[in-house]
């Protein structure tokens, strides 16, 4: 593909080509904003702050943009005009997932929308976002609704969602000078943080401290991170919505459960679970839990991640491969690990895939686990930062 086929950049109200590329995982370009431009773009609007409707107006705008991005045909700019059906092929191209997450996670954004209710804000925000799914691209909807100029940072590996989101947006009537779409390299995040009023930032705890060390985490920077989302197991569970909480969504939400602290021991329940995750079909894509392929070398170096860190103190309980083929295509198989203590180096990582390490401790032990989670799950499975065993 050449240059001119590529994403473009949004800057000042207009469609902009740089001339740094980078490819995206099927085939496309992506342009890069270098940090000159992000700083001076930054300059040009603190000078003069674009107009944005008010409330009312911006809550009908924003409706009819994710309707559109739902069910509408999209004018995407470097793609082409875009029906639903040409985004669900280009997901499954690019971030490997079957039409029905693509769905349910459409859905989900159009109701994270009715229970947004920000107030008022001046300036400009920057939004930063993950690969791993686009229903986190209601923080540009919370920004936008606010008031603020919008600036989306799309992840390399999965710009397409947030690039029909932007056209949407435009076709919907929103005012292009309010919007910014500004992929960047990883060195770039810090300009954009340090030319906005506000940042909502996904990553990990990496990302986490190298913004501390580059002193450019600013109060106003919102780092959306790792859930390490725990069920506190006591007694005997439902192991179905135990499987559910651990492969829902392909595993790629923050709030899919990781640990699993059980208080009792880990068999039977650890057997039962793993033969429900072993059951999950990958190709075709199950129906309760549709499954995301990749690309193989990414796939190979998380299954490394586990395998590398797996003894001594772990076992796998499901016996699919980590990385497993099915259909011609690569996918990270449910995976579920039991480990002898909470000290294992698995407990506790949120991989972007179903995965989950069970491991049997006492109530202090529970509470450990509990307080490295932002999600945990009780006896109930009420999600909840309370009933962790006292």
Do not use: K
């Not at 000042?12 to 370009?29: A, C, H, N």
């Not at 079957?98 to 994270?112: E, F, I, Q, T």
């Not at 954009?192 to 990302?207: E, P």
């Not at 972007?352 to 509990?370: E, Q, S």
């Amino acid at each position: 593909m050449t240059r001119e086929g590529a994403l473009p950049l949004l800057r000042g109200g207009r469609w902009y080509r740089s001339m740094d590329t980078v490819p995206v995982p099927g085939g496309r370009l992506l342009c890069l904003a270098p940090e000159i431009i992000v700083r001076d773009d930054a300059a040009r609007l603190r000078a003069r702050r674009p107009a944005v409707p008010d409330r009312a107006r911006r809550l009908e705008l924003l409706r009819e943009a994710v309707e559109l991005f739902r069910h509408g045909r999209v004018p995407v700019e470097g793609l082409g005009e875009q029906d639903p059906g040409d985004f669900a092929a280009s997901m499954r191209e690019t971030a490997g997932l079957p039409p029905a997450l693509v769905r349910r996670w459409s859905g989900m954004l159009a109701d994270r929308l009715e229970e947004l209710a920000p107030g008022e804000q001046a300036g400009l925000t920057v939004v930063s976002l993950p690969a791993n799914t686009f229903t986190c691209l209601e923080a540009v909807l919370e920004a936008a609704l606010s008031g603020a100029a919008v600036w989306v940072r799309p992840s390399r590996r999965e710009p397409l969602s947030s690039a029909r989101l932007i056209g949407a947006l435009l076709s919907a009537g929103w005012p292009a000078g309010a919007l910014g779409y500004y992929p960047t390299a990883p060195r770039t995040l810090h300009a954009l943080i340090q030319g906005s009023d506000r940042q909502i930032v996904y990553g990990g705890d990496d990302l986490a401290a190298e913004l501390e060390s580059r002193a450019a985490g600013p109060p106003s920077l919102d780092l959306r991170g790792p859930g390490r989302a725990c069920v506190i197991v006591d007694g005997r569970p439902d192991a179905e919505e135990l499987a559910a909480r651990i492969a829902g969504d392909a595993g790629r939400f923050c709030t899919n459960t990781c640990v699993l602290a059980c208080l009792d021991g880990t068999e039977p329940l650890g057997r039962r679970l793993a033969g429900i995750l072993d059951g999950i079909t990958l190709d075709p894509p199950d129906p309760r839990w549709p499954q995301a392929s990749w690309p193989e070398p990414d796939a190979a170096r998380v299954a490394a991640f586990v395998m590398d860190r797996l003894a001594p103190g772990g076992r796998l309980l499901t016996g699919r491969p980590v990385l497993s083929r099915a259909g011609g295509s690569v996918y990270l198989a449910p995976t579920l690990v039991e480990a002898d203590h909470p000290g294992h180096p698995l407990v506790g990582h949120e991989l972007p895939f179903p995965f989950a390490v069970m491991v049997a401790t006492d109530r202090a032990g529970a509470r450990g686990l509990a307080a490295r989670s932002r999600f945990v799950h009780p006896a109930g499975f009420a999600t909840s930062t309370e009933g962790v065993p006292s």
